[in-house]
C-alpha cells in the first residue's frame, strides 16, 4: 500500500470524526530521524507527519507489510474504526512495550514510537544477522505448546509454527485462541479466552483477503499476448513475476510517474521492462505515454558493472539510456569519477551511483579509473543529513569520497571546527559535510554531535591575515561565524566582490573579511586572492565631489584604487596638503583628490573639510 492508499483506507473506515476528538484519518505526530541497524533501515524523521505517512515510512523502512501495521493498530486500540480516540490510545497505539503482567514501557510512548518500536521488534523475532539468536521459542518450522490465556491454569495447546510472520503473532501477544472465542467471532467467549491474535486474522482477512497463498501464484501464464506500448505508472504500484496479487516472490514496487515499455499482455495484466528482469504490473494503474515520455521508458536486458570510470568532457546524466530522455538531467563536470553499477543490452550506455540516485552516461564519454582513482568514486546509497557536527580537536582527513583509500583532494581539517552535514554514506560511517574548503566526507568516528551551543555565537581560533579576496563566479554566502550551521545574518555576496582582509583565518578553511555589509566569514573555496588589477580598479558606483580637503598633520597614502591593499603607484601625500575632491566611494570611506601626482584615492578619515 502507498501513503495515498493508506489514508484512503483510514477515511474509509472513519469518515466522520466525534467532535473534539481526533481520528485516526487526521492524526499527525512528529517523528525522529533513525539510523540504520540491523532491523530497519534508516528513518528520516518529520515535524507533523500523518499518522498514514508513518505508518508507510516505518513499512518501508523495516520491511513489513504496512497492513500488519493496521491490522495491529486495530486489534491493540481500535483505532483504525474509533470514532472517539483518547489521546492515551494514541500513547500506547501499537501495544509496544506494554506486557500483560507489567506497566507499559515510557520509551515506547508516542504514535512513532509506537510504530516504529513495533515494526522494529517484529523484525527482531527473525533473529537477523548481526544480532544474537534470542528469539528461539517460536521458531518456525517446530510445533510449540502456546498458553490460551496468561493464567496459566488455562492451559496450553500445541501449535503448529510454519513460518516467521506467525512466529512473529505469537512472539509479539504470546496466546492462542480457545474455542470459545474462536465460536465467537469478534464477540467475547469465557474466562480463559483470549482475543489478540483471533482478532489479528479477523481483521486481517476481513479487510485485506486470505493469508494464504496459492501454491501456483507465481506460475507464467499461458498464451500471453505481444504488446508493445509504452505506459507511465500512475500511482505506486507492485511489480511481479507473475501476473497474480498473490505471486509475492520478487515482488518490486514501480513508483508514479515511472515509464515502462510493454512487451506482452494477459488480461488485465501487462509485462514490462524493468532494467534486469521483466516484470507483470496491472492495466488499472497505467496509462498511455506521449512520444516524449516513451523516450523515458526503463529498458531491459540490464547487466551488472564493476569499473568505475573518470568523465572525460562535461556530459549530461540521464534517468535511461537514451539521449531523447529529457527528464531528470543532470549535468556531470569533467574529471568526476563514477562507479558503474550496470550496462545496458547493447553495452553503450553505463548505469552510474550519483549521490542519492543513479543515471545513465554514455560509455563513449568516459574512460577507465585508475586503481588510485576508483576509491575516489561518487557512492551510492546514500542518505539525507542535517546535523551540525563538532570535528574532533585532532583534526580530521576531509575526502571527496566516503573511504579511507581516497587520497585524491584529500585536505586536513582542524579540531573545533563546526561543520553542517549533508549527507550519509550507505554504510553510516561517514558524513559529508559543508566546510570552508567545499563539500567533503569525513568519518563519523572523528567528529562529534554539536548540541546544545549557539552555532553563531562560537567563537573559533583565529590567526592573522592580510591579503584581499576576490569572490568566484557563482558568488558565496558570508556568515558570522566560520560555519554553514550559522544563518542569522547571513549576506550573500555577488561574484567579483572584493574582499578586504578582517582580523583572522580559521585553519585555512575559512576567511574573515570586510565588505559593505561589515565583518563576515566566506569559504576559502569560494574565493581567490585578489591581484593589484583587482584592488586598484575604478569603482563604478563613485559619486561626484566637488569640496576642498586638508590632509591631516601625519599625512597619508593616496592610491590609484580605493582599497588599501592597492599599492601600485602609491605616493605619500605629506600633512597639510590642501586638494580638491572630484569623486567619492558609494560607502563615504575613500575620496578621490586632485594631487600633484594625478588623481588619487585616499582614506575619508584621514582628511578633514578645509576652511
Not at 536486458?301 to 564493476?306: D, R
Not at 566516503?402 to 553510516?428: H, K, N, W
Amino acid at each position: 500500500m502507498s501513503a495515498g492508499q493508506i489514508q484512503s483506507f483510514f477515511q474509509s473506515k472513519v469518515p466522520v470524526c466525534q467532535a473534539g476528538y481526533t481520528c485516526l484519518k487526521d492524526k499527525y505526530d512528529t517523528s525522529r530521524t533513525t539510523t540504520a541497524d540491523a532491523m530497519c533501515r534508516a528513518y528520516p524523521g518529520g515535524v507533523r507527519e500523518r499518522a498514514s505517512t508513518i505508518v508507510y515510512k516505518v513499512a518501508q523502512a523495516c520491511g513489513i507489510n504496512p497492513q500488519v501495521l493496521i491490522v495491529t493498530l486495530q486489534k491493540e486500540q481500535g483505532l483504525v474504526t474509533h470514532t472517539w480516540p483518547s489521546e492515551w490510545r494514541y500513547t500506547i497505539a501499537m501495544g509496544q512495550g506494554c506486557p500483560d503482567t507489567a506497566a507499559c514501557d515510557t520509551r515506547y510512548y508516542g504514535f512513532f514510537n509506537q510504530v516504529y518500536g513495533a515494526a522494529w521488534q517484529m523484525k527482531r523475532y527473525a533473529n537477523p544477522p548481526g544480532t544474537s539468536n534470542f528469539f528461539n521459542w517460536y521458531a518456525p518450522r517446530n510445533t510449540w505448546n502456546v498458553l490460551f490465556h496468561p493464567n496459566r491454569a488455562c492451559g496450553t495447546s500445541p501449535v503448529s509454527i510454519q513460518n516467521q510472520a506467525t512466529a512473529n503473532l505469537y512472539y509479539y501477544t504470546p496466546y492462542q485462541p480457545n474455542g470459545a472465542a474462536l465460536r465467537a467471532g469478534y464477540g467475547q467467549g469465557d474466562g480463559c479466552s483470549s482475543y489478540g491474535n483471533r482478532n489479528f486474522y479477523n481483521y486481517f482477512t476481513d479487510w485485506f483477503g486470505s493469508t494464504q497463498k496459492p501454491a501456483n501464484a507465481c506460475s507464467t501464464p499461458a498464451g500471453a499476448n505481444a504488446a508493445k506500448r509504452t505506459y507511465v505508472v500512475t500511482a505506486p504500484l507492485n511489480a511481479r513475476i507473475a501476473p497474480s496479487t498473490s505471486c509475492e516472490t520478487r515482488k518490486m514496487t514501480l513508483a508514479a510517474g515511472t515509464v515502462v515499455q510493454a512487451v506482452a499482455g494477459s488480461g488485465e495484466w501487462l509485462k514490462v521492462h524493468v532494467e534486469t528482469s521483466d516484470r507483470w504490473v496491472n492495466r488499472a494503474y497505467l496509462r498511455y505515454a506521449t512520444a516524449a515520455e516513451s523516450a523515458c521508458a526503463l529498458p531491459g536486458g540490464v547487466q551488472s558493472a564493476k569499473y568505475a570510470y573518470v568523465v572525460g568532457q562535461p556530459v549530461v546524466a540521464r534517468i535511461v539510456p537514451n539521449g531523447g530522455c529529457g527528464a531528470g538531467q543532470a549535468p556531470v563536470a569533467t574529471g568526476t569519477i563514477l562507479q558503474a553499477i550496470a550496462v545496458n543490452a547493447d553495452r553503450t550506455w553505463i548505469k552510474v551511483h550519483a549521490g542519492d540516485s543513479d543515471r545513465w552516461i554514455m560509455r563513449s564519454t568516459v574512460r577507465r579509473a585508475t586503481p588510485v582513482e576508483t576509491p575516489c568514486a561518487i557512492p551510492g546509497g546514500v542518505g539525507a543529513a542535517i546535523r551540525a557536527y563538532l570535528i574532533k580537536p585532532e583534526g580530521t582527513a576531509g575526502r571527496a569520497a566516503p573511504s579511507a583509500a581516497c587520497g585524491m583532494g584529500a585536505t586536513r581539517l582542524s579540531g573545533g571546527l563546526i561543520v553542517q552535514a549533508e549527507q550519509v554514506s550507505a554504510d553510516r560511517t561517514f558524513i559529508k559535510v559543508s566546510t570552508g574548503r567545499g563539500h567533503l566526507w569525513v568519518a563519523r568516528a572523528d567528529v562529534t554531535r554539536f548540541d546544545g551551543a549557539d552555532a553563531c555565537a562560537t567563537a573559533p581560533a583565529t590567526r592573522v591575515a592580510t591579503r584581499a579576496y576576490v569572490v568566484l563566479d557563482g558568488g558565496t554566502t558570508a556568515r558570522r561565524q566560520p560555519t554553514t550551521s550559522c544563518s542569522t545574518g547571513a549576506v550573500d555576496l555577488a561574484a567579483g566582490t572584493l574582499l578586504a582582509p578582517a582580523a583572522g583565518t580559521v585553519a585555512g578553511d575559512w576567511l574573515r573579511v570586510t565588505s559593505a555589509s561589515g565583518e563576515r566569514w566566506v569559504p576559502r573555496v569560494s574565493v581567490r586572492t585578489a591581484t593589484q588589477d583587482d584592488v586598484c580598479r575604478q569603482p563604478t558606483d563613485a559619486a561626484a565631489a566637488k569640496r576642498q580637503y586638508v590632509v591631516s598633520a601625519s599625512g597619508t597614502t593616496a592610491r590609484v584604487g580605493p582599497h588599501p591593499s592597492c599599492t601600485a603607484g602609491s605616493a605619500k601625500v605629506p600633512g597639510g596638503t590642501v586638494a580638491v575632491a572630484v569623486a567619492v566611494t558609494a560607502d563615504g570611506s575613500w575620496l578621490k583628490l586632485k594631487l600633484g601626482v594625478g588623481d588619487r584615492w585616499v582614506l575619508r578619515r584621514d582628511v578633514t573639510r578645509a576652511p
